[in-house]
C-alpha cells in the first residue's frame, strides 16, 4: 500500500515537474498549523516531506504563520518552526496564516513562485485547488498525504500536452519551442525537410521521442493516432523481417532437402560399397 502511494506521488511529481516546472530543492511552504500537528505527534516532519514528495527539498514558513506559532507558545513547534527558511510576505502586521499562504502561492491564478504547499487547512486547500499546479499535502492522522491532482491541475497538464502535440501542425512557432524544450535538432530537422519535403510536423514529433522516456509514455495515452502510426510501421517492419526470415528458412531447407538427396543417391549410385562399410565401422565404434 505505502509502496504504491509513493509511485503515484511520483508520478504526481514528475507532472509538477515536466508541466508545471518545478525543480529541485521544491520550495514547501509549511502553515503554523501542520508544524503544531506534527510536532505534537512527534512526527518528523522534514523526514515526511522528503518521503512524500520524493526529492530535495526546502520548506518554509511565512512571517505571519510564525508569529501564529508564538501565539501558541508551543515551544516545541516554534524552535521546529524556526529551523525553516522564512518567507518574507510583507504582512506588517500578521494577518490570518490561511490568507498569507494564498497571497503568496496564488498569483493571479498562477503559482508563479512554484510552492509545495503543506497545510492542515482544508479551507486553503480548497481554493488552492483552484490554482493549476500546487501539489498539496497535509497530515492524516498519523500519515502524510499528497492530495491527487486537482482537476484545475489535472485541465491544465492535458491541454497543455495536447498544445505540445498539435501545436507543431498549426503553428510553427509551437513546435520551434517544443523542439528546444525536448533538445531537438533544428538543423537536422530543417535538412532532412528541405530533401523530401516530409511534412515538418512529423519530423518535429519524431525528435523527442527518444531521450526521454517518460514524455513518450505520456504520449502513448495523450496522443494514440501519431503513436498507432509508429506502432503500424514497426509491426510492419517486424512483419516484413518475419516474412523475410520464414522466406530464408524454407528456402534454406529445400536446398538442403535437394542437394542432400542428390548427393545421398549419387553416393549410393557411385561408390555402394564405401557407404556400407562406413555404415559398418559407425557400428563396430558403438559397438566397442
Ligand atoms: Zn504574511
Known amino acids: 500500500m505505502r509502496q504504491k502511494r509513493a509511485k503515484s506521488y511520483k508520478k504526481q511529481m514528475n507532472v509538477y515537474h515536466y508541466t508545471f516546472k518545478f525543480r529541485e530543492p521544491y520550495q514547501i511552504v509549511v502553515d503554523n498549523e501542520i508544524v503544531l500537528t506534527c510536532s505534537n505527534a512527534s512526527y518528523d516532519i522534514s523526514k515526511g516531506l522528503t518521503r512524500t514528495i520524493q526529492a530535495e527539498n526546502k520548506p518554509m514558513i511565512t512571517q505571519c504563520c510564525i508569529q501564529a506559532l508564538y501565539n501558541s507558545k508551543n515551544q516545541d513547534a516554534i524552535n521546529l518552526a524556526k529551523t525553516y527558511e522564512r518567507r518574507?510576505?510583507?504582512?506588517?502586521?500578521?494577518?490570518?496564516?490561511a490568507e498569507c499562504i494564498k497571497s503568496i502561492v496564488d498569483i493571479k491564478g498562477e503559482n508563479k513562485h512554484r510552492y509545495v504547499v503543506a497545510t492542515q487547512n482544508l479551507d486553503l486547500r480548497r481554493k488552492l485547488r483552484q490554482v493549476p499546479g500546487v501539489p498539496l499535502i497535509y497530515m492524516n492522522r498519523s500519515?502524510?498525504?499528497?492530495?491527487?491532482?486537482?482537476?484545475?491541475?489535472?485541465?491544465?497538464?492535458?491541454?497543455?500536452?495536447?498544445?505540445?502535440?498539435?501545436?507543431?501542425?498549426n503553428d510553427l512557432q509551437a513546435g520551434k519551442v517544443v523542439e528546444n524544450e525536448e533538445g531537438g535538432d533544428d538543423?537536422?530537422?530543417?535538412?532532412?525537410?528541405?530533401?523530401?519535403?516530409?511534412?515538418?510536423?512529423?519530423?518535429?514529433?519524431?525528435?523527442?521521442?527518444?531521450?526521454?522516456?517518460?514524455?513518450?509514455?505520456?504520449?502513448?495515452?495523450?496522443?494514440?493516432?501519431?503513436?498507432?502510426?509508429?506502432?503500424?510501421?514497426?509491426?510492419?517492419?517486424?512483419?516484413?523481417?518475419?516474412?523475410?526470415?520464414?522466406?530464408?528458412?524454407?528456402?534454406?531447407?529445400?536446398?538442403?532437402?535437394?542437394?542432400?538427396?542428390?548427393?545421398?543417391?549419387?553416393?549410393?549410385?557411385?561408390?555402394?560399397?564405401?557407404?556400407?562399410?562406413?555404415?559398418?565401422?559407425?557400428?563396430?565404434?558403438?559397438?566397442?
Open 88 to 97: 518574507k510576505c510583507n504582512h506588517r502586521e500578521a494577518i490570518d496564516p
Open 143 to 169: 500519515v502524510m498525504v499528497m492530495e491527487p491532482l486537482s482537476d484545475a491541475s489535472a485541465k491544465y497538464s492535458e491541454e497543455w500536452e495536447t498544445k505540445k502535440l498539435t501545436g507543431g501542425l
Open 187 to 288: 538543423g537536422d530537422n530543417g535538412g532532412v525537410n528541405g530533401e523530401d519535403g516530409a511534412p515538418p510536423a512529423r519530423k518535429k514529433r519524431k525528435g523527442p521521442k527518444g531521450p526521454n522516456p517518460l514524455s513518450i509514455k505520456k504520449k502513448k495515452k495523450a496522443d494514440p493516432v501519431s503513436n498507432g502510426g509508429n506502432e503500424d510501421s514497426e509491426k510492419k517492419n517486424r512483419r516484413k523481417r518475419k516474412h523475410k526470415k520464414s522466406e530464408e528458412t524454407r528456402g534454406g531447407e529445400g536446398e538442403e532437402g535437394e542437394t542432400g538427396g542428390s548427393k545421398s543417391d549419387e553416393d549410393n549410385k557411385r561408390q555402394p560399397t564405401e557407404s556400407s562399410t562406413t555404415q559398418s565401422n559407425a557400428d563396430q565404434e558403438e559397438v566397442v
